[in-house]
């Protein structure tokens, strides 16, 4: 069956502009996570979607970072006013959010800020 | 301290050998305990979850949890090229949040 997708797969952009992330998560999944992977940083969390339950937002590094998941499916990941430390491989994961709750990666998307 | 924390290697074993890759967490309230494998460039890809302490075995891979050390490891049966990644401890801690806690990952070659 279908994996997680995630769209585009690289985006260059400028140093102040603002940038949105896709991902469709596996069908049927009902919980879905965004990461982050920067050199010398590793794999960070950055939002956890649940259902219709209220999103967990800790991990969000500033106020610039933002997301939204439509219908209970797709969500998108918006980076306003990007920054040079914002460049980073974005990882979206989805999981059944059972009690096992195993994480399932998309492809990523590779973000340079110039 | 790092909450979950690997080597981070290389490590590096001859074909046809065993792997052992080892990661210990802080939070002893953690529940879940996954392998993931990266290849360089792609995302991580699940290899194994374990839960319950104790030994826990798909094909060529083997699972070891022990909660009462926080220790968990990863062997890798007849290592093959092919294997050459980095393999990422990550760890759910069910106290806090439900998001993945990882390792910084521990870079396997496999030697033909």
């Known amino acids: 069956g279908a994996g997680v997708s995630q769209s585009p797969s690289n985006k260059v952009t400028e140093k102040g502009k603002d940038v949105e992330l896709r991902c469709d998560p596996i069908?049927?999944?009902?919980?879905l996570y965004w990461y982050r992977q920067s050199l010398g940083q590793g794999l960070e969390f950055l939002i956890y979607?649940?259902?219709?339950?209220?999103?967990?937002k800790s991990g969000l590094p500033s106020d610039r970072f933002s997301a939204e998941r439509t219908g209970g499916s797709v969500s998108t990941l918006t980076i306003q006013r990007t920054q040079q430390e914002d460049s980073a491989v974005y990882l979206c994961a989805s999981s059944d959010g059972g009690a096992v709750d195993t994480q399932y990666f998309g492809p990523g998307t590779r973000l340079t800020v110039l | 301290q790092k909450e979950v924390e690997q080597n981070s290697g290389p490590l590096s074993v001859p074909e046809g050998a065993i792997a052992s890759l080892n990661c210990t967490y802080s939070d002893r309230g953690s529940q879940s305990f996954f392998w993931y494998r990266q290849y360089s460039g792609k995302s991580p890809e699940l290899i194994m979850s374990?839960?319950?302490?104790g030994d826990k075995e798909d094909g060529r891979f083997t699972a070891q949890l022990n909660k009462a050390s926080q220790y968990v490891s990863l062997l890798i049966r007849d290592s093959q090229p092919s294997d050459s990644a980095t393999y990422l401890c990550?760890?759910?801690?069910?106290?806090?949040?439900?998001?993945?806690?990882f390792g910084s990952g521990t870079r396997l070659q496999v030697q033909p």
């Open positions: 069908s049927g999944h009902t919980a």
């Open positions: 374990i839960y319950s302490n």
């Open positions: 979607f649940q259902g219709n339950s209220a999103p967990d």
């Open positions: 990550a760890v759910i801690t069910y106290t806090g949040r439900r998001a993945l806690t």
